[in-house]
């Protein structure tokens, strides 16, 4: 099992999960040129992707959801209220023979994957990150939360890789020149998660099968991939994870997660 970040951060997102005969894309807010770039560029073989995931509707998630509906065949993992919301936003339709609905809380079998949707607390209509289990590999996709819940960390135990988002840290959004119902949304329940409450998280899920820790969705304004790092490095103190940055422009790849 592979794993790539092709984009993650405010300007777009983009994750990528692949076995050597299919991959799987969660969220797609960069384009579709970008996309295959990406994938090409990384081994990643952008003619192996099958299926997109939606995590919500909020455009740096589904911006190239038009183009990718009109341009490929690939499946449209969502649930119904995801679904609806991204066809608003959209303004497009998600035929109904490429959708395969989610609910949050039922793991769905994709090809042999154990593909498991889960709710967590942000501004969209039915929000959810995603574990995902193949082979011998577990893995979770995890930004977009207002705060660690019981319920996500349920689903983050002993998994093999974690990307988590470290979005902003606290001083630097507040003491920074956002609006302020901007900075009130993103301190929020339902806004983004901060590097302290990132390695709260962190702290309740870090188990011994853990190899590797992505942090993503890092805020370019009110972040600094340093600030993010020394918040995960404390709690990661006396383990042997590997702890990778993603950016919003510069992709990442890391394979072989199980081990
Ligand atoms: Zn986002
Ligand atoms: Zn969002």
């Given at each position: 099992?592979?794993?790539?970040?092709?984009?993650?951060?405010?300007?777009?997102?983009?994750?990528?999960?692949?076995?050597?005969?299919?991959?799987?894309?969660?969220?797609?807010?960069?384009?579709?040129?970008?996309?295959?770039?990406?994938?090409?560029?990384?081994?990643?073989?952008?003619?192996?992707?099958?299926?997109?995931?939606?995590?919500?509707e909020?455009?740096?998630?589904?911006?190239?959801?038009?183009?990718?509906?009109?341009?490929?065949?690939?499946?449209?993992?969502a649930t119904r209220e995801t679904r609806q919301a991204a066809e608003l936003s959209?303004?497009?339709?998600i035929?109904?023979?490429?959708?395969?609905?989610?609910?949050?809380?039922?793991?769905?079998?994709?090809?042999?994957?154990?593909?498991?949707?889960?709710?967590?607390?942000?501004?969209?209509a039915d929000?959810?990150?995603?574990?995902?289990?193949?082979?011998?590999?577990?893995?979770?996709?995890?930004?977009?939360?207002?705060?660690?819940?019981?319920?996500?960390?349920?689903?983050?135990?002993?998994?093999?890789?974690?990307?988590?988002?470290?979005?902003?840290?606290?001083?630097?959004?507040?003491?920074?020149?956002?609006?302020?119902?901007?900075?009130?949304?993103?301190?929020?329940?339902?806004?983004?998660?901060?590097?302290?409450?990132?390695?709260?998280?962190?702290?309740?899920?870090?188990?011994?099968?853990?190899?590797?820790?992505?942090?993503?969705?890092?805020?370019?304004?009110?972040?600094?991939?340093?600030?993010?790092?020394?918040?995960?490095?404390?709690?990661?103190?006396?383990?042997?994870?590997?702890?990778?940055?993603?950016?919003?422009?510069?992709?990442?790849?890391?394979?072989?997660?199980?081990?």
């Amino acid at each position: 099992m592979h794993y790539a970040a092709l984009a993650s951060g405010s300007k777009g997102n983009c994750h990528a999960l692949a076995d050597g005969e299919r991959t799987l894309l969660i969220d797609a807010g960069i384009s579709l040129r970008q996309i295959r770039q990406r994938l090409d560029a990384l081994d990643f073989h952008a003619g192996e992707v099958q299926a997109l995931a939606l995590t919500h509707e909020h455009s740096d998630h589904i911006g190239a959801l038009g183009v990718i509906l009109r341009r490929t065949d690939w499946a449209i993992l969502a649930t119904r209220e995801t679904r609806q919301a991204a066809e608003l936003s959209q303004a497009v339709l998600i035929p109904a023979d490429r959708w395969i609905e989610l609910e949050a809380g039922r793991p769905l079998d994709w090809a042999g994957w154990r593909v498991l949707p889960f709710s967590l607390p942000h501004d969209a209509a039915d929000p959810v990150a995603f574990r995902v289990e193949a082979g011998a590999c577990a893995c979770a996709v995890v930004t977009d939360l207002g705060q660690p819940t019981a319920l996500v960390a349920d689903h983050l135990q002993d998994l093999d890789l974690l990307v988590l988002e470290a979005n902003h840290d606290v001083d630097m959004l507040r003491e920074g020149d956002y609006p302020p119902q901007l900075k009130a949304r993103i301190l929020s329940r339902v806004g983004h998660l901060s590097n302290a409450a990132m390695a709260e998280l962190l702290a309740r899920v870090c188990s011994p099968r853990l190899r590797r820790l992505v942090l993503a969705h890092l805020s370019e304004s009110n972040n600094h991939p340093d600030l993010a790092r020394f918040a995960a490095e404390e709690v990661l103190r006396g383990t042997s994870v590997d702890l990778h940055v993603a950016h919003q422009r510069v992709p990442l790849a890391l394979s072989d997660l199980s081990h």
